[in-house]
C-alpha cells in the first residue's frame, strides 16, 4: 500500500491528482480511504455460491437485548456460537465497544458481523482523527446502515446476514435527561429507534413479549431501573431465551460463563464484572421454597 | 539544472534559507513525558496545531497550515489504513518517521522545481513502557532527531538548543504531574519564544536567561492574542486510543 504518491507534487499533473484527492477524502470517509488503498471491502460471489449455501453450515443465531435503564442503555448477549445444531463456541463476545459512548450487539454470520464493527470502529476514529470533530450521532447511525446495505449480496444468499443493536449515549443531551438510544437495523439497513427496549436472533422472539410486559406493566418500568435492576432482569431475560431457543445460552454453570453486559453513559462504555454477574445471577433465581 | 551541480546546490541552499526564514517566527512546540504519559503545548493563533494520528501517537508540526495539513492527513491516512488492515498495535511512530514522513519531506525539499514544504514536525508515541516513550522531531529537509525524555521544534536551531538547554535543567520526569508539565512546558515554550523575537545576529544563548516571571509575562503576552494549547497522551485514559486535549479549566487551573 503507497499512499505517499498522492501527496506529493513533482509535476504539474500529480500536483492537481494530490489536490483531488485531498479533496475528495476531506470527507473523512473511511471506506472510501480503503478503497483507495484496495482493501476488499466486499467478497465478491459468483452466482453458484448461492446454490451452495445448503452445504455450508454458517455459525449464526443468538440472543441479544438493549434495555433503557435510569443511567443509559444496558446491553448484553449470550455466549453461543453455532453451527446448524453443534455448539461451536461458547464464549462468543456478542457485544462489541464500538467508541467511548456506543457499542454494537450482533446477531447473524460472526464473520460479517466483526467486520462490520471494526470497519464502524475504525471509521469513528478516522472521522474524529482527520475531521478533528466526533461523528454525530446520525452520522454514525448512517454509517452502519451503509455496510448493512453493502452487505446486501451476502445476505440474499443466505451466508451473510447481520442484524445487529446499535446503543450510543447522546452526549448533547441535557445533563438530567437520559441520553441513552437504542437502534435497531433491517437486513436492507434502515435503522429505527426502539424506546424501552430491541431485542434480536433466534431467541429474542420468546423474550419479545416479556419485555413488553415489563415495560408495560412492571412494578418498576425499566427505564426506572437502577443497574443492578437491569441487570438482573437481563439475566433472567437471557434464562428464559436459552430455555427455548437451541442457539442460546444461559449461565453455564460447569464453565462459568456468563452472558456479556455492558452500559451505555454519560461516562462511557463500561462492562460488568463477572464478580457481580456471580452476585446478582443468584438473586435473578427464584428462591427455593422453604 | 540538474547537469550543472554548483546551481544545483546553490538552489538547495536558497531553498533551505528561504524555508528558515518562513519558520524563524514560527511558535515553538514543547513535548515533555510526564508521570501519566507525554504532552506535547504550544500557543496558538487560531489555527489548531495538535493533532491525534493514531492510539497513542499525536502530532504537531509549525509551518505553513496547507503543510501541515496536507503531511498531517498523509501520516493519519497511512496509520489508519495500516491500523485497520493488520492491528492497531503494528502501527508505530518508528515506521511512520521512517518510511512514510522522511523520505516524503527529504523528497520535496531536493525537488527544487516544485514547492518546498515549509514544515518541521513533532511526533511523540506514547509506549507501553515509560522507557518506550518516543519522540520524533522531523525538519523540512527529512532529518530525523529522536528522543525519549523530551523533544522540541522550534523557528531555527539557535530556539531549539536554547530550549533544550532549558529542559536539560528540569527536575527528574518521574514525579512531574500534569500540572508541572504544563508549566515546564510554558516555561521552555516562553524560551523559545523570546530566542524567536531576536534577530539571527543578535542571538547569543548566553544572554538569554531569563527568570521564571519572564517566562510567565512572555506567556501572558501571547495569550492576549493566541491560546494555549496542550495535548496528552495519557495512559490512564480508558480505551485503546490515549490522546486528549486538555480542557481550558485545566490549563487555567495549572497556571493559578
Known amino acids: ?290 | 539544472m540538474r547537469d550543472e551541480p554548483y546551481r544545483w546546490i546553490e538552489a538547495i541552499q536558497d531553498r533551505r534559507d528561504y524555508i528558515e526564514d518562513q519558520l524563524r517566527p514560527g511558535s515553538p512546540v514543547v513535548g515533555i513525558t510526564y508521570n501519566q504519559g507525554m504532552m506535547l503545548l504550544t500557543i496558538g493563533r487560531g489555527q489548531r496545531k495538535i493533532f491525534e494520528v493514531h492510539d497513542r501517537i499525536a502530532l504537531s508540526a509549525i509551518g505553513h497550515p496547507a503543510d501541515i495539513e496536507r503531511l498531517r492527513m498523509l501520516v493519519t491516512d497511512t496509520a489508519s489504513v495500516q491500523g485497520f488492515q493488520n492491528a492497531t498495535e503494528d502501527v508505530n511512530l518508528h515506521r511512520l518517521t521512517n518510511y512514510v514522513l522522511a523520505h516524503t519531506f527529504k523528497q520535496a525539499f531536493e525537488s527544487i522545481v516544485g514547492e518546498a514544504y515549509i514544515i518541521k514536525m513533532l511526533l511523540a508515541e506514547l509506549g507501553s513502557t515509560p522507557e518506550k516513550n518516543l519522540f520524533t522531531a522531523i525538519n523540512f529537509d527529512g532529518i530525523v532527531r529522536t528522543d525519549t525524555k523530551f523533544a522540541v521544534i522550534g523557528g531555527t536551531e539557535v530556539i531549539e538548543t536554547g530550549m533544550q538547554n532549558y529542559l536539560a535543567n528540569a527536575p527528574a520526569d518521574a514525579d512531574r504531574d500534569l500540572t508541572a508539565a504544563l508549566r515546564l512546558s510554558l516555561e521552555t515554550w516562553a524560551v523559545g519564544k523570546e530566542l524567536s523575537t531576536r534577530e539571527p545576529e543578535e542571538t547569543d544563548l548566553e544572554e538569554t536567561q531569563m527568570d521564571t516571571t519572564q517566562m510567565y509575562k512572555v506567556v501572558d503576552t501571547a495569550r492576549e492574542d493566541g491560546e494555549i494549547e496542550a495535548g496528552v497522551l495519557e495512559t490512564t485514559l480508558q480505551g485503546a486510543s490515549k490522546f486528549r486535549l486538555l480542557t481550558s479549566q485545566e490549563i487555567e487551573a495549572a497556571l493559578q
Open chain 1, 1 to 290: 500500500m503507497s499512499l505517499n504518491g498522492r501527496y506529493l507534487n513533482t509535476t504539474d499533473a500529480e500536483h492537481q491528482e494530490s489536490a483531488l484527492y485531498t479533496l475528495v477524502n476531506n470527507r473523512g470517509d473511511f471506506l472510501n480511504l480503503l478503497e483507495q488503498a484496495n482493501y476488499p471491502l466486499k467478497m465478491k460471489l459468483t452466482s453458484e455460491t448461492a446454490q451452495h449455501d445448503a452445504d455450508i453450515e454458517i455459525a449464526h443465531s443468538t440472543t441479544v437485548v438493549a434495555v433503557l435503564y435510569q443511567d443509559g442503555v444496558m446491553i448484553a448477549g449470550d455466549r453461543r456460537a453455532t453451527a446448524g445444531t453443534s455448539v461451536i463456541y461458547d464464549r462468543a463476545e456478542k457485544v462489541l465497544q464500538i467508541d467511548r459512548h456506543s457499542v454494537l450487539a450482533i446477531s447473524g454470520s460472526p464473520a460479517i458481523a466483526y467486520e462490520i464493527a471494526r470497519v464502524l470502529e475504525h471509521s469513528f476514529q478516522y472521522f474524529r482523527r482527520s475531521q478533528l470533530q466526533e461523528l454525530s450521532l446520525e452520522g454514525k447511525l448512517r454509517m452502519l446502515s451503509r455496510l448493512i446495505r453493502d452487505n446486501l449480496s451476502m445476505a440474499l444468499q443466505g451466508i451473510g446476514a447481520v442484524i445487529p443493536i446499535f446503543a450510543l449515549y447522546d452526549l448533547s443531551a441535557d445533563e438530567n435527561d437520559n441520553g441513552g438510544k437504542i437502534f435497531f437495523y433491517d437486513g436492507l439497513g434502515a435503522h429505527f429507534e426502539n424506546v424501552d427496549f430491541a431485542t434480536t436472533g433466534s431467541g429474542s422472539i420468546w423474550i419479545r413479549g416479556v419485555l413488553r410486559y415489563l415495560s408495560r406493566f412492571g412494578d418498576t418500568p425499566m427505564h426506572a431501573m437502577d443497574q443492578q435492576q437491569a441487570a438482573i432482569t437481563i439475566l433472567r431475560l437471557l434464562d428464559i431465551a436459552s430455555e427455548y431457543d437451541a442457539a442460546t445460552s444461559g449461565y453455564n454453570a460447569k464453565g462459568n460463563i456468563f452472558p456479556n453486559i455492558k452500559t451505555v453513559t454519560r461516562t462511557g462504555v463500561d462492562t460488568i464484572s463477572d464478580d457481580d454477574l456471580a452476585a446478582w445471577y443468584a438473586e435473578a433465581q427464584p428462591k427455593a421454597e422453604e
